[in-house]
């Protein structure tokens, strides 16, 4: 296989994963060709007709792999690089997850351009439903045996497949946008709900359902989100939600802009999040481009980023509670936020998305007396964090409307892909920090809350607990943090050390060919998982040698979130919906990215 | 100063009519004409507006409406640190019939596009939109095939705020020249006194009006110590 390996010891490796060796003794040492990439996990390319058998076998083996954890495609007609794999126009790739296991393994799947059909995988792994929607949506592969293979992301008037290669990617590739009176009445009928089509019943023997439309502009319905109630009086017997109201193409866009330049598209995707969005974005470009950054940056990184994460966290607690009918709590809340943006203006410049870590360490050390105005934030918040527990978690409100409301067990949240804190309120301890640790998040002390109930309730408490265990990881920083250089020294950092810059001629060289071009990357796939503010967020990258990327794939904890909801509201009420959107903690940008 | 005139009956429209619907023409102040009419009510009808006008102008209600990230600074300028109920616009309506001004704060899907006409077209007269960030403004850093360039391609705007996002005290800056230039406007008294069209204030420009002054500064700060 001539696909780059910066070790060759990769491939053998992964040889002698159990995974692979069940699959090899169970379908035959022909059954698949293995891809070695920088991934971290087995990748192997399977035939069509052997698909379903073997995720089947996966996922019904001793510790089994649980969670469809991503289900995507990627366009390979104009890909340069891919010697030693098999012919493929379309590539299906399904990666899953194994939490017993802690382990990943990749399926792929090539398809032939005139011959775009997959098998559905919705009654193996049920989360596959959207995933599946969404490779139709993007690529235009059908899916045999889907329940309701429509479009997802783009409105139901849209013509052509946006990640093909062949697809425009710039508005302004295509006319400008014009609304007429008739256009208006063209999209507002499209976008009327229709039972039918979705199987639903307009009624029982009993009553007539009523449908009612919650969104795509809703109070509680935290941004463009929309979902459609199938109601018996007050209780809930489906719904439908309906995404695709905030698809800002961020994947497409990485096609077009250098390695470094993306930086700022990904602070947008969980734009609470702003730099932990960019942690797995650059640790997986890292991974390609050979980089081991410093001590220094690696622990500046973890700092901003569970800075970010009490940030996030608090924007939470304040809408969650509103959502309840708490009006106070998000005044309180975002004060605190306010204070948590101070430190972060000091050290990055820039409030909501700094776009600061680089490829190689972050854009400049941190300012003198850095520590001073995080250890005041630090010390405030403990005081204010007890308050909130006493004030709303214990108050009895609160407590009716979110305990035992939307509870779910482990397994259905492992089922239906849900990671991070709704995850571990369900008493699941799955923590990438922990079982994975990245960036130097082994040698933080540091606990993982968990809850018991997977309740409404649950989600809110684990993520009180969660503030106060980043705030011990920052004050670990503050108390430790390492000497030396914030930038690797290294020919792909971006931009080069600028001390360096000035004085050395190669590296003025190196700067100003990745300010105009973009830094080169060498051909392979690189992926990294991080436990952002909302569950498990990865960027699977592929190179094809380029300045920019061949395809990003940003896998979203609230996308499957989303999914979930009618699993869980079925025969809920219309509060405890709203409870339940509350609790889950999405934004829009992160579902449809 | 100048102002743009719009009418009423101008929005009655085809089908291939394109929003913003209604002809907008560029007038002069109407209470000029005053000085050509025999018997002079100028200064009463420029007391009324003023009156009517400040009165709109600090309680301008605004609709619950977000998209995406600018939402969230929105929202901050709402809460106790920025608090908006200083300007009079703390009043969030979850309903746009009961809103006086919808503030685009986010990216304009292509999607969502006809959602946010339905929802301007529901509220009521006055009524005024502020476009914030880039994205509402001109599409920002998103030229992609999802996102509409810009807000103004079928609303008609008032303010622009710039920045991704922009800062709450820049949206809580836009909120004011909105108020100043809802203090200028000619609007109908009653439905049965006078002119009915609509006469908006052609505003200066605030790049233009600061210029002088932001040119000025020749020494930035560093960014090596807080």
Redesign the interface.
Known sequence: MNVATPHDTTANEAQADPVVVALMQRFGEHAFVEQATLIGMPVLWVAREALVEMLSFLRGMPEPFEMLFDLSANDERLRGNRQGLPDSDFTVFYQLLSVSRNRDIMLKVALAESDLEMPSIVSLYPNANWYEREVWDMFGVVFHGHPHLTRI???PTWIGH?LRKD??????E?D?????????DK??AA?KFDPEAWGMRRGNENSEFMFLNLG??H?SAH??FRIVLQLEGEEIVDCVPDI??????AE??GERQSWHSYI??TD?VD??GGVMNNLPYILAVEKLAGITVTDRARTIRVMMAELFRISSHL?FLGTYLQDLGAMSP???S??D??KSYEVIE??T?F???PAWFRIGGVA??L????D??MQGFVDWMPKRLHEYERAMMENSIVRERTRNVAAYSTQEALEWGVTGPNLRATGCNYDLRKKRPYSGYENFDFEVPLGGNGDAFDRGQVRIEEMRQSLRIIQQCIDHMPAGDYKADHPLTTPPPRDKMLQHIETLITHFLQVSWGPVLKPNESQQMIEATKGINSYYLTSDGNTMSYRTRIRTPSFPHLQQIPAVMRGGFVPDLIAHLGSIDF???DVDR | MAYTLTRADDVI???????P?GERQRVEDPLDQQVHRSVFTGKLEEVLHSAVNWGRKNSLWPY??????C???M??AF???HDIARFGSEVIR?SPRQADFMVIAG?C???????I???YDQMLEPKWVISMGSCANS?G?????????GVD??LPVDVYVPG??P?PEAFLQGLQLLQDSIQEERRPLSWVVGDQGVYRAEMPSQREKSRAQRIQTTELRT????
């Open positions: 992301l783009m409105p946006p697809h425009s990617a710039r508005a302004t295509f400008p946008y014009t609304l007429t009176v008739e256009g208006q999209e507002q976008l795509p502009n109070p941004g463009a695709g109201y905030h698809h800002r193409g497409k866009m700022p598209y947008r734009y609470t924007l998000v005044f309180y975002f004060s936020r306010q000091a050290i410049g409030r909501m998305h400049q050390d300012p003198k007396g850095w001073r105005l934004v829009m940008a | 429209a085809a089908d291939n009519a394109r929003y619907l619950n409406f977000g998209l995406s990230c939402y969230v600074e929202t901050t809460t106790a640190p979850a990216t899907f292509i999607k969502m596009a006809p959602v006409q339905q929802l599409g850093m998103y030229d992609i095939y999802s996102v509409v360039q391609k079928f991704c996002p800062r960014p090596d110590s807080i």
